[in-house]
């Protein structure tokens, strides 16, 4: 039972540059969410899914688009990448029943 | 929208003594959840404890407990018996339960653990 894994845990891009972080929890919950998270600013809502086949914009969606693949997986898309989107991002899942999160480990952007 | 604030920066302790660690929140529901997560060096979130707002008795989960003041919207948390392993940064999260599903979370305690 892995819980929450994501790839690539480290990550350089140029400005421009496109890539797809990805998101996967073993633990059957039906909602999925990615935040991002910068000095002094806690945590921000990116995106979030809450059962498989939707999905819903949070606080920051603008610049990423997100893909709830199956009710395992949801990846987090920048097309095309700015310093802006450094960052740390994490990848959480919850079920409806249990209101908890439940974090992967992060994955850390560099946008140079 | 609902927000959550954590005063408090940073903090410190002397290893075996008590902190509370301060979090206040803005919401016009009347049911709702309530988080206190850990993040360490490491950077993975980890749960610490929560509250249901429908009970009147704090959480408790060993040496963490919860001081919730609902008419307050005042939800603190106390670590007893600090330890070295407790250094780390602690983020208050608020969640409705209604549908939506989205956690808003506060901007974070660092915590020092001075031996």
């Known amino acids: 039972n892995a819980g929450v894994t994501q790839t690539p845990k480290f990550q350089v891009l140029k400005t421009g540059q496109s890539m797809t972080l990805q998101c996967a929890q073993d633990?059957?919950?039906?909602?999925m969410y990615w935040y991002r998270q910068d000095p002094g600013m806690g945590l921000r809502l990116i995106y979030y899914s809450a059962s498989e086949g939707t999905t819903d914009k949070g606080e920051v969606p603008n610049g990423y688009n997100v893909s709830r693949l199956n009710k395992r997986e949801f990846s987090l898309r920048l097309e095309s990448a700015a310093p802006s989107q450094t960052s740390v991002y994490f990848c959480?899942?919850?079920?409806?029943?249990?209101?908890?999160?439940?974090f992967g480990p992060g994955t850390r952007l560099l946008v140079l | 929208a609902q927000t959550v604030t954590q005063s408090q920066p940073e903090m410190s302790v002397q290893e075996a003594e008590t902190v509370t660690l301060s979090c206040t929140y803005d919401t016009s529901e009347s049911d709702y959840y309530l988080f206190w997560y850990k993040q360490p060096p490491s950077r993975q979130m980890i749960l610490v404890i929560r509250?249901?707002?429908?009970?009147?008795q704090n959480a408790t989960e060993n040496r963490f407990s919860v001081n919730f003041q609902k008419a307050a919207k005042s939800f603190s948390l106390k670590i007893s018996d600090s330890q070295l392993g407790d250094a780390a940064m602690y983020f208050c999260?608020?969640?409705?339960?209604?549908?939506?599903?989205?956690?808003?979370f506060g901007t974070g305690t660092s915590l020092t653990v001075i031996p």
């Open positions: 509250q249901e707002a429908y009970k009147q």
């Open positions: 999260a608020y969640r409705r339960t209604m549908t939506g599903n989205q956690f808003y």
């Open positions: 959480a899942s919850s079920s409806i029943l249990r209101e908890t999160q439940y």
């Open positions: 633990m059957n919950h039906n909602s």
